[in-house]
């Protein structure tokens, strides 16, 4: 521990709620250098953040909280900042996360909730807040699957090969440009939504790579969450279910096969970036957790791609030279029916 650093957060704390009687617990970390930690005074919680500024900037995260919270999105509170420093002082959200509450029973009033929130989020405008989740940030995420997981599997695409990716990503990258713009969370799953005590919505954190981009990527992200599957019988019925609560603007020549066709397009998208996340977090960052989760990931990408010719000739690639090496190398995703 820095104690330097832990002398500026005791002293900044101490102004902040006017008292030095609090109690500090850090929190085990995640994938950056920010770090968490519950003060306690008296009977109240509070979340500090504690973002260095030479390695983190907790800016965009300030400037995107107060956006939403302003609008009616249900992000921490900020009780006190000091971005010089890198300390903000958060609403409590508590520990229960949503993912540790979701069963057969549960999940589909949970993901009610979620898509109503999801909705309210939509129908913000957040044009002139958000960048754009452009076509060329669309490709570079695929690339990640051609820069990581096809080198650790050995694979060296030939010049058709790779042409033939390249046609399929753009393929791709179209249909998600082609899709109604809104805010997009990027990472709206069940570990970045919270059970607050007493409150009916969802807490909603880790936003601060929201982008303006297709309004099927956080369903997808919720609904085929690379942490725990549902089977697709399901997963389409929470499409029709978002489907309808969409406004109709979004619903415009735009039926709800054309919808689930542009939700599973999305789909394919995420999947390629996340098998190329997951091998880079393990190659260049030695954490390997989320290797155990890259089988299911895979598995989702066979299966979703399997009513669209279009992609037929790039999953022939996958199934022919991409899948004797990964099953041997990552194993095989077992299937929940």
């Known amino acids: 521990m820095n104690t330097q650093r ?173 899709q109604p713009q809104v805010i997009v969370h990027r990472d709206f799953h069940s570990r970045n939504l919270m059970k607050i005590n007493d409150d009916t919505e969802l807490g909603v954190i880790d936003f601060q790579d929201a982008v303006i981009g297709a309004d099927t990527y956080d369903l997808i992200s919720i609904t085929r969450d690379a942490y725990v599957q549902w089977n697709a019988e399901r997963v389409y019925r929470w499409f029709k279910m978002f489907y309808d609560l969409l406004p109709a603007a979004s619903k415009q020549d735009r039926d709800f096969e054309q919808f689930k066709k542009d939700a599973d397009m999305m789909a394919i998208q995420r999947h390629i970036k996340i098998l190329g996340i997951f091998v880079r977090l393990f190659e260049r960052d030695g954490k390997s957790g989320y290797l155990k989760d890259l089988p299911r990931v895979m598995w989702y990408l066979l299966e979703e791609s399997k009513p669209y010719p279009e992609l037929q000739p790039f999953m022939h690639f996958i199934h022919t030279t991409v899948m004797p090496k990964f099953t041997a190398k990552y194993g095989q995703y077992e299937v929940v029916a």
């Open 6 to 178: 832990e002398q500026l957060i005791q002293t900044w704390i101490t102004s902040v709620l006017g008292s030095d009687q609090f109690e500090t617990h850090f929190l085990a970390g995640d994938a950056s250098f920010r770090r968490y930690a519950r003060i306690k005074l008296n009977n109240k919680t509070f979340m500090l953040m504690d973002a260095p500024p030479e390695k983190e900037d907790c800016g965009p995260f300030v400037t995107i909280d107060e956006f939403f919270a302003a609008h009616g999105v249900r992000v921490p509170k900020i009780v006190a900042k000091d971005l010089t420093q890198g300390f903000l002082l958060l609403e409590d959200f508590g520990d229960v996360l949503l993912s540790t509450l979701l069963n057969d029973q549960t999940v589909d009033d949970y993901y009610a909730q979620c898509f109503k929130q999801l909705i309210q989020l939509q129908d913000i405008d957040g044009t002139a807040h958000f960048p754009e989740y452009s076509y060329d940030k669309l490709i570079s995420e695929m690339e990640l699957l051609t820069d990581w997981l096809l080198p650790a599997l050995q694979i060296q695409p030939t010049a058709e090969e790779s042409a033939l990716i390249k046609r399929t990503f753009a393929i791709l990258a179209n249909a998600a440009l082609a």
